[in-house]
């Protein structure tokens, strides 16, 4: 009885290849920290995040390191998929933002923002459903020149 399902088994696993139908499991991509920082000056000049786009994925942790006491991170509730609540870190403290749902997450720094310390995190492949609000959020000037150049890489 045992060799009848041995060779069951095995002609069942040849016909499964034979057809292109994998019995694995599907692949899933671990999560993974993404460290973004809090800078008072970088590539794009003064109070910056540096990365400031970043992509990510559903389950993805993103954390926000402060180089100085100064900064904080905060969603923009105008800028975020449906369903997520806005939630800030609290200044001079690491802020862990873990995606949850695939869409355009806007960061500000509240102490900065009028300087343009913003930042976009992008969940998932794309296309994103509030992507069109995001792009339409009221912002100060600065963060909204900002924004835009972030905005235009996204999906």
């Known amino acids: 009885m045992m060799s009848r399902l041995i060779a069951a088994a095995l002609c069942l696993t040849a016909a499964l290849g ?3 139908v994998s019995a694995k499991a ?3 991509v671990p999560a993974k920290t993404i460290v973004v920082e809090m800078r008072d000056s970088g590539p794009e000049g003064a109070m910056v995040f540096v990365p400031a786009f970043v992509k990510a994925n559903p389950g993805d942790t993103v954390r926000f390191v402060p180089t100085s006491p100064v900064h904080n991170a905060e969603l923009i509730p105008t ?5 997520v609540t806005p939630s800030k870190g609290a200044m001079g403290k690491s802020f862990d933002l ?3 749902t695939p869409g355009i997450y806007g960061i500000k720094c509240a102490p900065h923002y009028s300087m343009g310390m913003v930042a976009v995190v992008q969940a998932g492949d794309g296309p994103s459903a509030n992507l069109a ?3 339409a959020a009221n912002l100060p000037p600065f963060a909204k020149k900002r924004m835009v150049g972030y905005l ?3 999906r």
């Open 18 to 20: 034979a057809t292109g």
């Open 26 to 28: 599907p692949k899933t």
């Open 79 to 83: 800028m975020l998929p449906a369903g």
């Open 98 to 100: 873990v995606v949850t």
């Open 133 to 135: 609000a995001a792009r």
């Open 152 to 154: 235009a890489k996204a």
